[in-house]
Each structure stands twice: as C-alpha cells, then as structure tokens.
C-alpha cells in the first residue's frame, strides 16, 4: 500500500498536502523535490519543500532536477538559484534516496524504463522479478554516478555516464533514448517497456495523470502504466485502492 505523488518542484503547500493525504500509509515521491514549475521561484519556500520531505518517512526517488545538485553534477543545474544551492542538503540525505522502487507490483522510477533501458535489463536480471529489477536500478546508479563524463573540461569536475543517465535529443541530449531519469515517452516516440511490469513515473508533462498500456511486439499482454505528472493539478495515485485523487491545496 502505497501513495505516490512526483514532481513536486519546491512547493512546500504541495509537499503538506500530499504527506497528510492518508498519512499513515506510505508516501513515495518519484523525484523533482525542487526547482520551482511555472510560478515566481523563492528559495526559502523551495528550501520549506525539501526539509519537509527529507524530515518525512517517504521514500524518495532521484528525479533529474534533484541530481542536478549533487557534487557530481551529471548535468547542469535547471534551478533559479545555481548548483550549490541545495547541494548540502541532498549530498547529507543522499542515503535517504533511491534510482528505483517496487511496490504493489508497480516499478516506480522518475521518468520511466524505456525499451532500450529494458534491453539492458534483460542481459542482467530476470525482468519479471520487480524487486530484482528496482535493485539491479538502484546499485548500477551508484556504479555510473561515479563514472566521469567523457568530452568535459578537465576543471568542472562532473560524473554520471552510463545507460541510466542517457538524455535523449528531445530533451535537449545527444542520445538515441532517455534514461531512467530522462525518458520522455512523447519525444522519444517509444511506449514505456512493457517487459517492466506496470511502471509509475513523471518527469515528462501531460494535461492530467495519464493511464496508458504498452504492448509486447511478441504477442505478450499488454502492461499499464501511469504518468503522474499533471500540468492540471497535483495528484497523487493510491495502490491499494488503484485510485487517482487530485490534492487539496490550501
């Protein structure tokens, strides 16, 4: 049992509404803490947001907005407020987060698993297990955030190169697909992985929640998955109930 909710993007109101909605199932943020979305940025409130949730006991997830200011720095900062701004905060809370999480039969990660990463996948783990694939997610992450960017200048110091961190070139990258953190499934033209079980993400905008199916090309059943990232709203998607509710924002 699980609620989950995505791309908060430092809006304290949003991150009280959705720790107590049902506050006493589990909370799951699928990235995005920080970085304030289509409204006026103020550091002190973006700087409310993130102590909130890191003083919750929800499971937090890496979006590509929160990596941004680690040390490593895998890609440039999208902030109002430069890269060192919330940089002690997520570098001290680094063990509170993770790449990816399985629950109830769901595959939660920030952006999606698009069916390159799924290829990957395949060669290393039995796809079919979830918590087999959230795992192998979380501990090749900590393996490619340490591998140094190639092509960089030698004194901006930058890590995170490998399958998981791909930028797509609609995204603004040089990569055929997106990672885990970047996939958008409208830019790159390609359905989330089916072979990844039902999958809940963000990362990429739509009107509202969005419910869809992918389907295998070999003829298995067709998967569901759910985009939580509402440009209409704030949503949260309870797993118990397999219900969307729309966050009361006071």
């Known amino acids: 049992m699980a609620i989950i909710a995505t791309d908060i993007h430092?809006?304290?109101a949003v991150a009280k509404a959705f720790l107590s909605f049902r506050p006493t199932e589990l909370?799951?943020?699928?990235g995005d803490l920080v970085d304030s979305k289509g409204r006026p940025p103020s550091f002190e409130k973006e700087a409310e947001c993130l102590n909130l949730l890191l003083q919750s006991d929800s499971i937090l997830l890496w979006g590509n907005h929160d990596l941004a200011y680690l040390p490593e720095r895998p890609w440039k900062c999208y902030g109002d407020f430069g890269e060192i701004a919330f940089r002690k905060q997520f570098d001290e809370a680094r063990d509170q987060f993770l790449a990816?999480?399985?629950v109830d039969g769901w595959l939660c990660t920030h952006a999606g698993i698009s069916p390159k990463v799924e290829r990957i996948l395949t060669k290393e783990v039995a796809i079919s297990d979830q918590t087999a694939v959230a795992a192998w997610l979380n501990s090749e992450f900590k393996k490619e955030l340490r591998i140094k960017l190639p092509?960089?200048?030698?004194d901006e110091l930058r890590h995170?190169?490998?399958?998981?961190?791909?930028?797509?070139v609609c995204r603004g990258g040089t990569d055929?697909?997106?990672g885990i953190f970047w996939f958008d499934a409208f830019g790159e033209q390609a359905q989330p992985s089916p072979a990844a079980g039902r999958q809940i993400f963000g990362h990429t905008p739509v009107p509202y929640p969005e419910r869809g199916t992918s389907h295998d090309i070999l003829g298995g059943p067709a998967i569901s998955w759910i985009n939580l990232n509402a440009i209409e709203g704030h949503w949260v998607y309870d797993t118990q109930r397999d219900e969307l509710s729309e966050l009361l924002i006071l």
């Open 176 to 178: 055929e697909y997106g």
């Open 100 to 102: 990816a999480y399985s």
């Open 27 to 30: 909370h799951i943020c699928l």
């Open 160 to 168: 995170g190169y490998g399958p998981l961190f791909k930028i797509h």
């Open 151 to 154: 092509h960089n200048d030698p």
């Open 10 to 12: 430092g809006d304290p």
